[in-house]
């Protein structure tokens, strides 16, 4: 049997091919492509799609809740007085009407509405350096299982792994209000274990894809698929206020919870972890899988690890994707507390506001895949240009915006502008280095990620901390100190990225040449 290494381009000697080898965009005969309409791998997508949205909604809820959990007379003196707080709508007094007299030996009926308050629940007194822990524990169960979960995924499968580790989350998150009665202690290890669960999903999900994504529609289905993250965030947020506000706090957990196990269910009936062992996949489809990923995927039983923690363009992967996240986190787990202390919403108003930015960011997510893909299939852009073009527009873009929003005061317009216009830009790395790891190694991309995403969840850890340790007096100038690093350091990241990104299989990816190399 020929072995695929010999028709591919010459090595540079570290291991790296020169060229930007990609099946689908060579010479060779391109295989007939299945109809998109109702096929398994978009069907797997939607579902995808779904698990990350219930997946960021488990993640994100506790960032609204927390301004409901904490008693107001323990943070009040961390409200900023620099901005006004706004002012509600005056209510238009009705016209008078003249009261008609009652009729003679009639009865008359009052009717009383009484408005009804929201239940209440309990409050505890947490200092901001505690919430800050509180909301940063999370990242430490995160961490550990991000290299596991990759190994484990390439192995046997993302289906159980990605599955599990959602209705694990699910079913911690129904237990927050008990833990939170038990104690910071208590609360903080309960994060941590939602996010060992949490820690398996991408790099489970990167695993399935390299079986499941034909390498010219990799953009769409899986900015399609990680878009939902960006939704949970976008419908998460507001809900989470809403039910703060009508109800409390602890329906909050509950809510979602719930709903995370329901989307577990779906996720075991109807999905599988390679097209070989669909039931309901066509023929067709599956040809047009196989065939497309024929050339890109290694027979190797064992992970190169030493080849792999040699190569430049994963290193290139990890500083790309901790520098996005030190912004992307920064403003994930503070913008509810950015509006409400210095720009001074109620919970209502916001959870609704802190989910705008990140509805930009979904949308452009879904369109930046469509375009990565149209440029490499019709105008025959190499994947490494497309990367490096989206990963540029992704990070220096909201970098720009991110140190503009600390500069305009208390414009409450413009500050939730330029916030959404710095998170929706952020969109664009969706179809740059997010998916680069199934570019160079697709057999191996759930390792891969498990590595970078490893890296990339450092600043979720340590970011919080320090950005509630730079705003002492939490004022206006203090939080432009914060938002000054994050985009330096997403600036560094896009440039580095740009200098040694790759856009090829390297030769480690492929059959035994990663033990020689």
Known sequence: MTSPVRDLPPSDGEGDKVSDYTPLLQDAPQPEVAPVCCSVRYNL???????????????????????????????????????????PPTPVPPSPVPPSPAPPNRTIHLVLVVSREPMRS???????????????????????????????????????????????????????PIAADFGVGALIVLRALEGLGEGVTFPAMHAMWSSWAPPLERSKL??????????????????????????????VF?????????????????????????KRISHQEKEYIRSSLKNQLSSQKSVPWIPILKSLPLWAIVVA????????????????????????????????????????????MILSGQAADHLRAKWKFSTVCVRRIFTLIGMIGPAVFLVAAGFI????????AFLTISTTLGGFCAAGFSINHLDIAPSFAGVLLGITNTFA??????????AKSLTPENTIREWQIVFWIAAVINVFGAIFFTLFAKGEVQNWALDDIGHRS
């Open 45 to 87: 997508a939607i579902l995808a799609f779904f698990g990350f949205f219930v997946l960021y909604a488990l993640r994100v809820n506790l960032s609204v809740a927390l301004v409901d959990m904490v008693d107001s007379n323990t943070t009040s003196d961390r409200t900023s007085k620099e901005c006004a707080e706004p002012s």
């Open 222 to 251: 899986l900015t399609i698929s990680y878009a939902g993250a960006q939704l949970g965030t976008v419908i998460s947020l507001p809900l989470s206020g809403i039910i703060c506000f009508y109800m409390n706090w602890t329906y």
């Open 321 to 364: 994707h901790f520098s996005y996240n030190w912004s992307f986190y920064t403003l994930l787990t503070l913008l509810p507390t950015y509006m409400k202390e210095i720009l001074r919403f109620n919970v209502q108003a916001n959870g609704i506001l802190s989910a705008v930015p990140y509805f930009g960011c979904w949308l452009c």
């Open 457 to 466: 969840t450092i600043p979720g850890m340590v970011g919080p901390v320090i």
């Open 409 to 416: 005061g208390c414009d409450y317009s413009l500050a939730v």
């Open 122 to 176: 309990k409050r505890y007194q947490w200092n901001a350096e505690t919430q800050g822990w509180i909301l940063g524990s999370f990242f430490y169960g995160y961490i550990i299982t991000q290299i596991p979960g990759g190994y484990i995924a390439s192995k046997v499968g993302g289906k159980l792994l990605l599955g599990f580790g959602i209705l694990g989350t699910a079913v911690f998150t129904l237990f927050t």
């Open 254 to 278: 509950y809510f979602f919870g719930v709903v995370g196990i329901i989307w577990f269910v779906l996720w075991i009936c109807l999905v599988s972890d390679t097209p070989e062992t669909h």
